[in-house]
């Protein structure tokens, strides 16, 4: 086997380990979700997310790599991160699954939109373009109105826009800071944000032997879903990758059709290719100017 496919194959193996702990993360949240809120969801989660990273940057020597110096930008990263997230466990309780994670592709293309007030990037014809497709997508998908329209496709709408900023901001903390420092604020602020969320009522729920496992896949599945998608990135190119997330669509579609009877809706999987089909010629524009550049 040559080198090119055997890294293709690769990169497949370990984003189909993304995509199961995609799926897992969401069968399990939707579980829970009869005995703890959302705000108790993430705050379990971060409280486990804590433990993991804390020993793993301590078996590995990096507890060192912790830094404070822009502790104000992952704030707000872990802040809109919060928002998100939780914004999609309510989302996966309300609507189908396939819906959710179809909206959740959008995130890409919000980039697109929000990076010049963010990044200072430049908006090209092609990235206007490529938004405005999205777009398309996302009507598909929602068909507005009085209807169809309803808080579950609203959140998960929204619970995209806040995963492009989380996105934003993850890019200029990586210019100064380690993964390993992004990975415990992250986890750390999330917990704090969790504590305050949950309290906030004064009632705390305790989770018990039959919701502590579902929590358990749920943090893990969030740690490895990114590390997947991290090392697939690193030996794969997003043109290559970002086909192969794509089958989370009919992957997540099955798993509701045979967990909770849910109806595979044809206009879903139409949105959702229109929106593939945007975010994959932006990438193929950004990656035919990195080698142009490259190449002068």
Avoid at 60 to 70: A, N, V
Avoid at 147 to 153: A, L, S
Avoid at 267 to 283: D, P
């Amino acid at each position: 086997m040559s080198e090119q496919p055997a890294q293709t194959l690769k990169a497949a193996l370990w984003m189909t380990g993304a995509i199961a702990s995609f799926s897992s993360m969401a069968v399990a949240g939707r579980e829970v979700s009869f005995a703890l809120d959302t705000f108790e969801i993430m705050m379990y989660r971060s409280a486990i997310g804590v433990v993991i990273v804390v020993a793993i940057l301590s078996l590995t020597g990096k507890m060192g790599q912790i830094s404070r110096q822009r502790i104000g930008l992952h704030f707000l990263r872990n802040l809109v991160h919060f928002s998100g997230q939780n914004l999609w466990f309510y989302a996966i309780t309300l609507i189908p699954l396939a819906q959710v994670f179809a909206l959740e592709f959008t995130s890409p293309l919000w980039i697109i939109i929000l990076s010049p007030l963010v990044l200072g990037e430049r908006l090209t014809p092609m990235r206007v373009f490529a938004a405005a497709m999205g777009f398309v997508g996302i009507l598909i998908i929602a068909r507005p109105s009085p209807e169809t329209i309803n808080v579950g496709i609203m959140a998960a709408a929204a619970a995209a826009i806040f995963f492009a900023f989380t996105g934003m901001f993850t890019k200029r903390l990586t210019r100064t800071d380690s993964v390993g420092c992004i990975m415990f604020w992250l986890t750390v602020m999330q917990l704090g944000f969790g504590l305050l969320a949950a309290g906030f009522d004064g009632d705390i729920a305790l989770p018990d032997m039959q919701t502590a496992p579902w929590l358990i896949v749920i943090a893990l599945g969030g740690l490895l879903a990114h590390f997947c998608i991290t090392n697939a990135l690193a030996i794969a190119p997003a043109t290559v990758v970002m086909p192969i997330d794509f089958a989370r669509l009919p992957t997540i579609a099955v798993v509701g059709m045979l967990l909770y009877n849910e109806a595979l809706d044809v206009w879903v999987f139409v949105g959702a290719a229109v929106i593939f089909a945007a975010n994959y010629l932006n990438i193929l524009s950004e990656t035919r100017k990195i080698r142009v550049a490259v190449g002068n």
